[in-house]
């Protein structure tokens, strides 16, 4: 019996105020699991299994200390999946739920991380995309590139440590490490990385990206043109009212951005480029379709015809000259979510929000929150209004 195992991985604070501590904190699951009851904390499904230092490892030159933190961070990680490698290859009796002892043969399948942590895993630099070989300038282009290799990257970082100083190191913007992956049986790593809906959709595309373009084309660049749009809108009983507008906040929650998706395209309407609304609309129509629980080959056209749309449309951002480029790396991320779609499953089971309670705290601050503020009573007054239920 094959059991797909499921890794995941974030950075926590450890101390506040008090030199910042951080460590990795790594979670093992497996894939049998309905992802439903994968994703709620409270079913423990998802095991703590270690901590991983993160250090400044001031004994290094400047030059080296990052290499060799993503070194430390491999070796670690090569003693916390060790037990994998063996069970992976010559299986291990297990009892299963049926009654039977089954000979089950572990394989690590999917690791849930956010994009720092997913280039870190995959020995990529942190402008190239973990998962294909698509150039840092090229990004921004709705291409097709090759998916990476995991035989031919091993292949070249062994090359790379013996000084042969090979041309796929560069072009594939690859780092000198000795990866943890490299002796865990039947392992693709590149195709092991999930979507990340939280912080690649909702926190990197549409707030980082989506609502500051869109600010700035709308009403000649005026910061408080937004925050006017928002106040007006008329309060509605399944809407959340930013009465103060957004534009003064500038931590939020992932519950928070889901609300103001809602009503994002409403605030925009008839006072900016049509261009505009119809390449916000192709964003926010990817994002609710990537959050299916469920997918047909309906649903996932759907989701490829609203990355398109946006891709059609975003030229006018260009003619506006509030950008000259889309090489961003979590822009280009979301053109792998219908492949990873299809391979691991909908995107909604594979957040970090199973080990990370960010959906109700401020992003970035999800550790040093008070536990007793992060759930909102029916009618509860909020920071930017009241929240309608
Ligand atoms: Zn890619």
Known sequence: MVVPVILSLDKTNLTSFSGNKQAYPVYIGIGTKNHQIRCQPSSHVMLLIGYIPVSKLECFSAKKQSIAGFQLF????????????????NGVRMNCADGFVHMAYPI???????????????????NSCPKCTVTPKQCGDSVHSILRDPDKTLQTLAAQSRG??????????????????????????????????????????????????????MGGGHQ???????????PHTTLWHFEKGISLTSQWTGMELKNMEKVFLGVLANTTDPKVVRAVRGILDFIYYAHFEVHTDESLAHLDTAWVTFHENKEIFEEL??????NISKLHNIKHYVDLIRTLGAAAGFSTEATNDETRTPL?????????????????????GRWWL
């Open 74 to 89: 491999h070796n670690c990680m090569q003693t916390i999946v060790k037990p994998l490698v063996e069970a992976g290859k």
């Open 108 to 126: 690590l399948a999917a690791y849930v991380a956010n994009y720092p942590e997913q280039c870190l895993v995959t020995c990529c630099k942190e």
């Open 164 to 217: 042969h100083e090979p041309t796929e190191f560069v072009q594939h913007s690859l780092c000198p490490i000795n990866p943890f992956w490299k002796d865990l049986p039947h392992c693709n790593i590149f195709a092991c990385i999930t979507p990340g809906i939280l912080h690649q959709l909702h926190n990197g595309v549409f707030k980082d990206h989506i609502v500051s373009w869109a600010s700035e084309a």
């Open 224 to 234: 408080d043109e937004i925050d006017r749009h928002f106040c007006a809108m008329t």
């Open 321 to 326: 000259e509030i950008r000259t480029h889309f």
């Open 364 to 384: 970035g601050a999800a550790h040093n929150k008070n536990p007793n503020q992060a759930v909102l009573e029916k009618g509860e007054s909020t920071r930017y």
